[in-house]
Structures are given as C-alpha cells and as structure tokens.
C-alpha cells in the first residue's frame, strides 16, 4: 500500500500512524485532510487571518475613541472648558444698562485684558465678573484671514495692518507681528515715524489757508526726495524743476512740501492742522490707543521737515494711518473708528 510523509506524519489510504508511535489509530480521512490546500486556498486563508485582525483593532481603536469623546464631553458639561474663555476681574467689571448704548470707554475698561491680536472669528466670548459675554467685531473676516495669510514675518519686527471703511470708520482688518513681544499689537503703538503721511495735514492746511488748487504750479531745485536748506530758497535757475501741486503730493516731493510748511504755513498752523487730523490728543477708541505726537520747533528748517515729513521724530499709529487715509477718500471728514459692534450677554441682550 502506497505511503507518503508529510510533516513527520505517516498517510495510508485508512491508517494515520506517527512515525514516534506505533500504536495505529484509525482516523476517517477524506481528500481534504489528506491533501495539502492549493495556492489559491492558502492565499484566501492568509487574506481572511489578515481580515480578522484588522476587524479587531478597528473595533479596539473604536473602543477607545468612544471612551476619549466620553471624557470630553463630561469635561464640557462640567464646566472644565469655561478655563479657555477670557475672565476679568470682577472690580474691573463696570455698571452700565443692558440693551442701551455703552460709550467707548465703559467698552476700553471692560474689555481690558481682552486680545484683539490678528483674530480670525468675527466674534469673541468672555467672562466678566461670573457673566458670559459674546462681542461682534465689525472685522471683515475673509479680508482678515487673507492678510493673515500672507504675512511675511521672516524679516519683519514689527508689522501693523489696518483697512478702514471710510464711510463708517469700522475697522475691517487689523492684522500685526511684534518680533519681540507677541502679546503687543503694534497697530495701536506710536512707534512708527509718520513720514510722508504727514503731506496729508500740509497739503489740507496749504489748500484751506492759502487757497491753492491741485493745479497751482511750484516749483523746487535739487531732487525730489532730498530736503536741503538749500532746496527751501524761493530761487529759480535754468536747472528750476515745475511741478503741480497734485503731481508733488503724488510723487511725494519733499522740497515743494518743505517750502510750503517753512515759507507758507509756519509752527501754528502746522500744529493747529496737526491736532485736528488727530495728532497730541487720544483717539476715540474700543481700545486703548497710544497717540500719535508731534513736536515743533521755532526753527523755519524744522517746520519744513515735519511738513514733508523728512524726520524721524513725528510718531504714530498704523490705526491713525487708516483714519487720514479714510479722511481723504471721505472727502477731508475724519471718522472715529470703531471695532465693536455689538457687545451681548447669554440672553442676547
């Protein structure tokens, strides 16, 4: 009778004996159990081993997610995920009526300890004094996500982005870098020279003061973006360069600018212009902003500097940068701006 070992094991057509035991045990075999499985057979119970393992970790970490999603929830409605919400000091908390219109500087002490640096909802939640609060930004969220997007810090120390609605004075992006010190907001600091943002205030005085049209004609030796003593002479050679007065504040010539603020306008009404167009004084503000300065001197050379503004020394706010801006495109009103559009609390009122 034919034999044939397979893993130590003897087959015959009706015995199955182990070569280390010579007792015979009489086994009902049939083709199944007496034939190695083809490829394709092993290949399926290799697939289905391989099933049965991935069915039990997905069970597992199912398991697991459900037990952590759990504990999160109870952690919410225990209260636990109050502690990320901003809470004030309930003695800073002040009085005011409840649906009725707050002024800005109930609105600067309540929000405090509030950051509005580079947000990126339209809204906000605190807690003041055991009381939630929800506050809607007048922020245009889409314009500030895309700002945001595209900030350059690499190089940067410190950056402040302002846009303004010139119609209203709502702020529609306010987006900031401080290098070294996040927790600062440079859109409200009066660390930036004013430059020749300051043309703005000459050239409004120079118009209302003296009268002169976006065509009068000036003329300026030298180079444009130089200031010389010499450049402030009323002196006219072949070399005398003409430029109308629209096409100087365009191109930003600082001669045509100096000779205005020393020959024309002088220290009063150079300071009288600034302060209407905001300068020395706080802006009406939700927050509390740092003014923009300016100080001048008796000295003719000095009020040309400050009015083409070629000094480092006449300081202000990117906020107040979008407020004359505004003023121009608003047909010479300069807007309060506002940030705030509604401040309610859990009963929406």
Same mark, same amino acid.
């Given at each position: 009778?034919?034999?044939? %070992? ?16 010579t ?5 009902? %075999? ?7 499985p ?23 970490k ?26 004030? /000091?309930?003695?800073?908390f ?29 809204s906000f939640?605190?807690?003041?004094n ?49 290098? %070294? ?19 703005i205030?000459?050239?409004? /005085? ?9 065509? *009068?004609?000036? %003329?300026?030796?030298?180079?444009? *973006? ?9 002196r ?6 003409r ?9 930003s010539?600082n ?33 509390i ?61």
């Amino acid at each position: 009778m034919g034999k044939k %070992t397979i893993y130590g094991w003897t087959l015959t057509k009706d015995i199955v004996t182990h070569q280390n035991n010579t007792m015979p045990q009489r086994l009902k %075999t049939d083709k199944t159990t007496s034939e190695r499985p083809n490829w394709r057979e092993y290949q399926a119970g290799l697939k289905w081993s391989a099933a049965k393992k991935r069915l039990f970790k997905s069970i597992l970490k199912c398991s697991v997610l459900a037990f952590l999603l759990f504990i999160v929830a109870y952690r919410i409605t225990s209260g636990v995920g109050e502690k990320s919400i901003p809470r004030l /000091a309930a003695d800073s908390f002040p009085s005011f009526n409840l649906g009725r219109s707050i002024d800005k500087k109930t609105v600067q002490t309540l929000l405090n300890h509030a950051s509005f640096i580079n947000l990126k909802n339209k809204s906000f939640d605190f807690v003041s004094n055991e009381h939630r609060f929800r506050v809607e930004t007048s922020l245009n969220i889409e314009l500030q996500n895309y700002l945001l997007s595209k900030l350059n810090t690499s190089t940067a120390r410190y950056i402040g982005i302002v846009a303004m609605d010139p119609a209203t004075g709502k702020i529609l992006s306010m987006v900031s870098f401080d290098k %070294t010190d996040p927790s600062d907001n440079p859109c409200l600091d009066n660390r930036f020279p004013a430059a020749s943002i300051f043309k703005i205030i000459t050239a409004s /005085a120079a118009i209302e003061k003296y009268g002169f049209s976006s065509d *009068h004609v000036f %003329t300026y030796n030298g180079m444009k *973006h130089t200031l010389y003593k010499s450049q402030l002479k009323d002196r006219k050679t072949r070399y005398t360069n003409r430029i109308t007065f629209k096409d100087a504040f365009a191109q930003s010539v600082n001669p045509v600018f100096g000779k205005i603020g020393a020959l024309y306008l002088g220290k009063d009404t150079l300071e009288e212009y600034a302060k209407a167009f905001g300068f020395n004084k706080n802006i009406d503000f939700e927050i509390i902003v740092d003014p923009s300065c300016v100080a001048l001197s008796n000295e003719p050379y000095q009020w040309a500097e400050i009015a083409s503004g070629f000094n480092n020394k006449t300081k202000m706010s990117p906020l107040h940068g979008a407020m004359l801006a505004s003023a121009i495109i608003n047909q010479g009103q300069l807007l309060e701006p506002t940030i705030i559009d509604q401040i309610v609390n859990e009963k929406g009122r």
